[in-house]
């Protein structure tokens, strides 16, 4: 114990052990609080900006100064209490908020822990009379709107949604959900119509589907097709809309078509949202497909820890007993296995391991194991070099004379070796580990630039990042060589990397004094 106190205190006053810890710890921490750091899905999370979307930080240079930023005027509210309710204004009904009666796709709604109870009743209008065109028929009995300030160039586009279920409807024949914006100028935008089939399918509701929740999702790229006048001609709805800045009122309107004198019945409501997509997003931005490279970043350090130390603790226990065995022994021990040691050292180690995990790849029974097959080969192929340094340290441990005193006293091998031979080797055991994380988080990284393919389809790497980006960062003068896609793994890769040969070196240092004198 009084060793390891002063072990402890010996490497902080190391400034390098102390900066290369601070950065592991940095990036322990990332990949342990991955779930709750990020939000966005780093493999499937498609769109949650624009593609090409540059750090938002980045809009304090010229250059990206007016982009406009992703954002949330209205986020997907879940109506769990009096304060989500209060967000918004309201007219047309009785309103309640109700704790999470959500009972519809569990996929979709287990974000959401509440929702909003609207309850109705509307008689039905005279023939031929309808308060919208593009919604025949339909008549308004709920409104709610939230107003918010725009003050950025226009966006490349926006995607309105919501969740409605039509818990229990009574003479009526059709539901209609209709999203509306008042801009700044006036004008009144609505983004609801059923002269398109694909809106159509949006935000019309029949009776056969009242009783369940239906997600209604409307992108901007779809009015152009929608016959409203306001998109008429327009190549772009999203800059259509926000041609200004200024104040913009949101609206979510339900309609009702009465197929009777009286029509009544109730909603439930929740995970309403107004999605501005813009050009500037998030702490690092987003690839081509418009997915969060935060994310990636985040749960990319996962796998490159993962493998590192795994392998390196891997490799560097094998080597130790092999090399305790092998330098304490000698003899016929010593023999085989130095003979081993070389066979593998002459081995090509990365076209190996490019050629077994492509084989590996092929199997998916194997596949669904990929990573400890990665690791597994890693310590195999490199516990020999391990082996033949812990070797060479005990061959010079076990000729001093308290190892000699011991033997004499009748101190069997065992004995010696975990008393006087293994504590001298434990300082090279230590370094050895750090030294060798770097190793194989650079070799994962390399396999992944190597499209070997060594992660399952749902994970990311930081390597596979660099792959991913690499064609634009080399061609792609349109986007500025997309430099936040590449630039943060590649430095993640060598800081990471360098915080554990700082780490080794102070260690090393510490448990070998003549290093420590100089």
Same mark, same amino acid.
């Given at each position: 114990?009084?060793?390891? %106190?002063?072990?402890?205190?010996?490497?902080?006053?190391?400034?390098?052990?102390?900066?290369?810890?601070?950065? /592991?710890?940095?990036?322990?921490?990332?990949?342990?609080?991955?779930?709750? /750091?990020?939000?966005?899905?780093?493999?499937?999370?498609?769109?949650?900006?624009? !593609?090409?979307?540059?750090?938002?930080?980045?809009?304090?240079?010229?250059?990206?100064?007016?982009?406009?930023?992703?954002?949330?005027?209205?986020?997907?509210?879940?109506?769990?209490?009096?304060?989500?309710?209060?967000?918004?204004?309201?007219?047309?009904?009785?309103?309640?908020?109700?704790?999470? !009666?959500?009972?519809?796709?569990?996929?979709?709604?287990?974000?959401?822990?509440?929702?909003?109870?609207?309850?109705?009743?509307?008689?039905?209008?005279?023939?031929?009379?309808?308060?919208?065109?593009?919604?025949?028929?339909?008549?308004?009995?709920?409104?709610?709107?939230?107003?918010?300030?725009?003050?950025?160039?226009?966006?490349?586009?926006?995607?309105?949604?919501?969740?409605?279920?039509?818990?229990?409807?009574?003479?009526?024949?059709?539901?209609?959900?209709?999203?509306?914006?008042?801009?700044?100028?006036?004008?009144?935008?609505?983004?609801?119509?059923?002269?398109?089939?694909?809106?159509?399918?949006?935000?019309?509701?029949?009776?056969?589907?009242?009783?369940?929740?239906?997600?209604?999702?409307?992108?901007?790229?779809?009015?152009?097709?929608?016959?409203?006048?306001?998109?008429?001609?327009?190549?772009?709805?999203?800059?259509?809309?926000?041609?200004?800045?200024?104040?913009?009122?949101?609206?979510?309107?339900?309609?009702?078509?009465?197929?009777?004198?009286?029509?009544?019945?109730?909603?439930?409501?929740?995970?309403?949202?107004?999605?501005?997509?813009?050009?500037?997003?998030?702490?690092?931005?987003?690839?081509?497909?418009?997915?969060?490279?935060?994310?990636?970043?985040?749960?990319?350090?996962?796998?490159?820890?993962?493998?590192?130390?795994?392998?390196?603790?891997?490799?560097?226990?094998?080597?130790?007993?092999?090399?305790?065995?092998?330098?304490?022994?000698?003899?016929?021990?010593?023999?085989? /296995?130095?003979?081993?040691?070389? #066979?593998?050292?002459?081995?090509?180690?990365?076209?190996?391991?490019?050629?077994?995990?492509?084989?590996?790849?092929?199997?998916?029974?194997?596949?669904?194991?990929?990573?400890?097959?990665?690791?597994?080969?890693?310590?195999?192929?490199?516990?020999?070099?391990?082996?033949?340094?812990?070797?060479?340290?005990?061959?010079?441990?076990?000729?001093? =004379?308290?190892?000699?005193?011991?033997?004499?006293?009748?101190?069997? =091998?065992?004995?010696?070796? %975990?008393?006087?031979?293994?504590?001298?080797?434990?300082?090279?055991?230590?370094?050895?580990?750090?030294?060798?994380?770097?190793?194989?988080?650079?070799?994962?990284?390399?396999?992944? #630039?190597?499209?070997?393919?060594?992660? !399952?389809?749902?994970?990311?790497?930081?390597?596979?990042?660099?792959?991913?980006?690499?064609?634009?960062?080399?061609?792609?003068?349109?986007?500025?060589?997309?430099?936040?896609?590449?630039?943060? !793994?590649?430095?993640?890769?060598?800081?990471?990397?360098?915080?554990?040969?700082?780490?080794?070196?102070?260690?090393?240092?510490?448990?070998?004094? %003549?290093?420590?004198?100089?």
């Amino acid at each position: 114990m009084r060793g390891a %106190r002063r072990n402890a205190r010996l490497f902080l006053k190391s400034k390098i052990g102390v900066i290369g810890l601070a950065i /592991i710890l940095f990036f322990v921490i990332l990949a342990v609080f991955a779930p709750y /750091i990020t939000t966005n899905n780093p493999v499937f999370g498609y769109n949650v900006s624009s !593609p090409y979307s540059v750090p938002e930080w980045a809009t304090v240079f010229p250059r990206y100064h007016d982009l406009a930023v992703t954002s949330y005027p209205v986020d997907a509210n879940s109506f769990a209490g009096p304060t989500d309710v209060s967000q918004f204004s309201y007219a047309g009904s009785n309103i309640a908020y109700a704790a999470a !009666p959500l009972v519809g796709p569990p996929g979709n709604l287990t974000k959401y822990s509440g929702s909003l109870m609207v309850n109705f009743s509307a008689a039905a209008a005279p023939a031929g009379q309808s308060t919208n065109p593009y919604l025949p028929g339909g008549q308004p009995v709920f409104v709610m709107t939230k107003s918010f300030q725009y003050t950025t160039k226009p966006p490349t586009n926006f995607v309105v949604s919501a969740f409605v279920d039509p818990a229990s409807m009574t003479n009526v024949s059709a539901v209609y959900v209709n999203f509306k914006m008042l801009a700044p100028n006036g004008a009144n935008y609505s983004f609801s119509s059923l002269g398109s089939y694909a809106l159509k399918q949006e935000v019309e509701i029949t009776p056969q589907q009242f009783g369940a929740w239906k997600n209604v999702t409307i992108p901007s790229g779809l009015l152009p097709l929608s016959g409203l006048p306001g998109f008429e001609g327009s190549s772009n709805s999203a800059q259509a809309v926000f041609s200004q800045t200024g104040t913009y009122t949101f609206s979510m309107e339900l309609q009702v078509v009465p197929s009777g004198s009286h029509a009544r019945g109730t909603f439930y409501l929740t995970g309403v949202t107004f999605h501005i997509l813009g050009k500037a997003y998030g702490l690092l931005g987003t690839d081509i497909y418009g997915r969060d490279l935060w994310s990636q970043f985040v749960w990319g350090s996962q796998v490159s820890l993962l493998i590192g130390v795994l392998s390196a603790v891997g490799a560097v226990g094998i080597g130790t007993v092999t090399g305790l065995v092998a330098g304490y022994l000698g003899g016929g021990p010593d023999e085989l /296995i130095s003979r081993v040691t070389d #066979f593998v050292l002459v081995l090509p180690f990365l076209p190996l391991a490019i050629v077994l995990i492509s084989f590996l790849g092929q199997n998916p029974a194997l596949y669904q194991n990929i990573y400890a097959w990665v690791i597994g080969l890693f310590v195999v192929l490199s516990w020999p070099g391990i082996t033949r340094i812990i070797r060479g340290q005990v061959l010079t441990v076990k000729e001093r =004379p308290y190892v000699e005193a011991s033997r004499a006293l009748g101190g069997g =091998p065992m004995h010696i070796i %975990r008393r006087h031979i293994f504590p001298n080797v434990m300082g090279l055991v230590y370094s050895q580990t750090a030294l060798n994380v770097s190793g194989f988080i650079i070799l994962e990284a390399a396999l992944d #630039f190597l499209a070997v393919g060594i992660h !399952p389809i749902n994970t990311v790497t930081w390597g596979l990042t660099l792959t991913n980006a690499l064609s634009d960062a080399l061609t792609n003068s349109t986007v500025d060589y997309a430099w936040w896609w590449f630039l943060p !793994p590649g430095f993640a890769i060598a800081a990471l990397s360098l915080a554990f040969v700082l780490v080794g070196f102070a260690l090393d240092r510490i448990f070998n004094p %003549r290093l420590r004198a100089r």
